[in-house]
């Protein structure tokens, strides 16, 4: 009776230790699934991403991206009109599944958080590094992305490098593609991104 006791004491201990163990990480029993054909990726979906940037004025309000760092002289020495060489721009962008803006006090589809910054002196290219960041019903979690944008070409590849939560472990590719812009302050972009790697 006695050593039974003991047991079921164990057992419990066990238990709770198993269970403290597995909420630590977020996903439990997932398994790897590697597309096996570029044509066939395990996930895809596309949205458009928003730059909003601050024109130092009057859309405090409206601006969800500004220029951190000030073009380098570097930035005039090709052209007069100038490429914003050294300008590092931080952004939290709303990402949605359609082209319009999220209406006032609507949660998009996701944001992107982070930055990009201008790097060549002969004409416009920049770099990215962000995490799409999914906080909504239908998705929680991360997809982080990073690449060269050749602004010169029509579509060009970001590499998605890993994800959380809904995207754990993801990897992949998004292709972005200039969809609309209003002079300096407004772009979006087509970002399809297909995913080749994932947890399911
Ligand atoms: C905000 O400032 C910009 C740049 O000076 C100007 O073109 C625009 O008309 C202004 N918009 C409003 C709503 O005041
Ligand atoms: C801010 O956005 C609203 C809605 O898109 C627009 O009506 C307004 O003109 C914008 N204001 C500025 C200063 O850009
Ligand atoms: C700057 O302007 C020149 C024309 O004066 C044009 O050829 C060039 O493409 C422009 N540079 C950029 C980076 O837009
Ligand atoms: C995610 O959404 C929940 C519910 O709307 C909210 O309470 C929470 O603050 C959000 N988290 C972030 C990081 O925005």
Known sequence: M???????????????????LGSAGAVHGLRRVVSSSSDEPCNEMTLYY???LYNGVNNTKNATSA????PTALSTTHWKNGTYFGTLVVFNDPMT??????????EPAARAQEFYFYDKQE??????????????????????????????????????VGGTGDFFMARGIATLRLDASEGTVYFRLQMDIKLYECYV
């Open 2 to 20: 006695q050593g039974l006791a003991v047991t079921s004491k164990l057992s419990l201990a066990v238990v709770v230790v198993v269970f403290l």
């Open 67 to 70: 220029a951190a760092t000030k």
């Open 123 to 160: 004409s416009y290219t920049s770099w990215f590094g962000f995490s799409i960041v999914f906080n909504s019903t239908a998705h929680k979690g991360t997809l982080n992305l990073v690449g060269a944008d050749l602004m010169d070409d029509k579509t060009r590849d970001l590499s998605v």
């Open 97 to 106: 599944v359609g082209k319009a803006l999220p209406v006032a006090g609507e």
């Open 50 to 52: 928003h730059d909003i």
